[in-house]
Nanobody, 119 residues
C-alpha cells in the first residue's frame, strides 16, 4: 500500500507562484511513477505532469514552461512548482502514484489540494 498526502494549495493572484508537495509513505519502493493531475469544476480530470523512476518528466502542453515537477532523492516526495499561474489553472490538484507489486500495476491517489488563481 502507498499513502499520498498533498500540501501547498491555496489562493494566488494571476502571475503568481505556488509549490505543491506530495509525500508518499508505505511501500514507496514499489513506486515506478508519480504525477499530478487536476480537475476543474465541470471538467474531467487531466494530467498535469509526471515523473518516472529514471527522472524522465512529462507535461501537459498547457503547463509546459510554467510548471516543473521534481522529486527528492529518496523519491518519497514529489513537488510541483507552478509559476506564471493563470485563472484557468484553478482546480483541485491530486497526486498520483503507480506502483508495481507482483507484476500488477496498482494506482494510488491523494485526496487533493485546491489551487485557486484569481484574475
Amino acid at each position: 500500500q502507498v499513502q499520498l498526502v498533498e500540501s501547498g494549495g491555496g489562493l494566488v493572484q494571476a502571475g503568481g507562484s505556488l509549490r505543491l508537495s506530495c509525500a508518499a509513505s508505505g511501500s514507496t519502493f514499489s513506486i515506478i511513477t508519480m504525477g499530478w493531475y487536476r480537475q476543474a469544476p465541470g471538467n474531467q480530470r487531466e494530467l498535469v505532469a509526471t515523473i518516472i523512476s529514471d527522472g524522465t518528466t512529462n507535461y501537459a502542453d498547457s503547463v509546459k514552461g510554467r510548471f516543473t515537477i521534481s522529486r527528492t532523492n529518496a523519491k518519497n516526495t514529489v513537488y510541483l512548482q507552478m509559476n506564471s499561474l493563470k485563472p484557468e489553472d484553478t482546480a483541485v490538484y491530486s497526486c498520483n502514484a503507480k506502483a508495481l507489486k507482483n507484476l500488477v500495476l496498482q494506482e494510488y491517489w491523494g485526496t487533493g489540494t485546491l489551487v485557486t488563481v484569481s484574475s
